[in-house]
């Protein structure tokens, strides 16, 4: 097996030296994203990509309904959080999570960890070859996943690696990695014209990160009432709890691993939810799961130039803007 070093395998270290070599910098930009980060001092240096293949998939862990007597120990709390009593009077299920909420959903949560590890891993390795470029940053990044066979997937990371000319303008490398905390370029899942508008207004990115959920509840009878085609227009309770948990401990996830970037703002770039059914015996157990997929940003080196605090304007080197009329008067031609 080839040697790996810096995390990379060789066929990356041999794509980085060919980018070096050419003197031509490969860019997966538009034309019009390629001009927009030039405004704000950014030069693209090459398209970096990164990989990882992995078998993802679950265990079984038992019927919904008594998954709160687990090594976990039970939910708590009332509603979704444990057994509780639905509307028409008959017990419910409780909704579990794999964050916590309401009881460990301890059945995928091996599968929501070799998500995220395969997710962050391919976006690391993309960053290493970024470094390899000595680049700052990457934008327009895209992370996806495909099924190759059965339970193995593959997971991509792609983007266009750039380098600051101006540090008063865009900034240089520091950014950390949402799983590693190790620092290096920074990344962005939005386009090179969105992050020359983040730029403008005065924010930097500072990295990517991903919150991801999987919530069960058990089949109840209430919920297969719901559920059942007589039961007319009315809103099934087990489901909508079902997914406004899923998304919650998603998001909560979201917010816990930009917390490691130092943001002071989270950009959601992408968002998924879905629901499907395992076999609980004769019954079933009900699943969704939420992705939630975010750029943490930051203030940065023109913030101060658009905070209109009284301690960023003494921070201003710049000539005061003088209006060509007096105050409060206005030419009557320009309003017609």
Same mark, same amino acid.
């Given at each position: ?69 687990? !090594?976990?120990? !039970? ?25 916590? %909420? ?14 995220? %590890?395969?997710?962050?891993? @391919? ?5 290493? =070859? ?51 905390? @190790?620092?290096? !370029? ?22 990517? @990160? ?24 009315? =809103?099934? $309770?087990?489901?909508?709890?079902? *997914? ?9 996830? *979201? ?9 002071? $703002? ?34 940065? !080196? ?21 209006? *060509?009329? $007096? ?10």
């Amino acid at each position: 097996m080839a040697t790996w070093s810096d995390g990379l395998p060789p066929a990356a270290h041999a794509r980085a030296a060919r980018q070096r070599e050419s003197g031509v910098a490969g860019s997966l930009l538009s034309a019009p994203g390629a001009a927009a980060i030039g405004s704000v001092a950014l030069q693209p240096v090459g398209e970096v990509f990164g990989s990882l293949v992995v078998q993802l998939g679950w265990a079984g862990g038992g019927c919904g309904i008594w998954a709160t007597a687990s !090594p976990f120990g !039970p939910g708590s709390g009332s509603g979704m959080g444990a057994l509780g009593r639905g509307m028409l009077g008959g017990w419910t299920s409780p909704v579990l999570t794999t964050g916590g %909420r309401g009881g460990r959903n301890a059945g995928f949560g091996a599968y929501v960890q070799a998500f995220a %590890r395969a997710w962050h891993g @391919a976006h690391d390795r993309m960053v290493a =070859e970024a470094g390899l470029l000595a680049a700052d940053g990457v934008v327009g990044v895209q992370v996806r996943r495909r099924r190759l066979d059965g339970q193995i997937w593959e997971f991509t990371a792609v983007g266009t690696a750039v380098r600051t000319l101006d540090t008063s303008v865009s900034p240089r490398a520091g950014g950390r990695g949402a799983r590693t905390g @190790a620092p290096g !370029p920074w990344t962005a899942g939005f386009s090179a014209e969105h992050t020359t508008a983040l730029l403008q207004s005065g924010y930097v990115p500072r990295g990517m @990160a991903l919150g991801l959920s999987v919530s069960t509840k058990h089949e109840d009878a209430l919920l297969q009432q719901q559920r059942s085609t007589w039961a007319g227009n009315t =809103e099934v $309770d087990g489901l909508t709890h079902l *997914l406004e948990a899923a998304r919650d401990d998603a998001r909560q996830q *979201l917010t816990r691993r930009a917390g490691t970037l130092r943001a002071s $703002d989270l950009v959601v770039t992408g968002s998924s939810v879905g629901e499907f059914e395992t076999s609980c015996g004769d019954e079933v157990d009900l699943h969704a799961e939420a992705l939630f997929i975010g750029t943490a940003i930051a203030p940065g !080196p023109m913030h101060a130039f658009r905070d209109r605090s009284a301690q960023a304007v003494t921070r201003r080197d710049v000539t005061s803007v003088i209006p *060509l009329t $007096d105050p409060g008067v206005r030419s009557a031609s320009r309003h017609r």
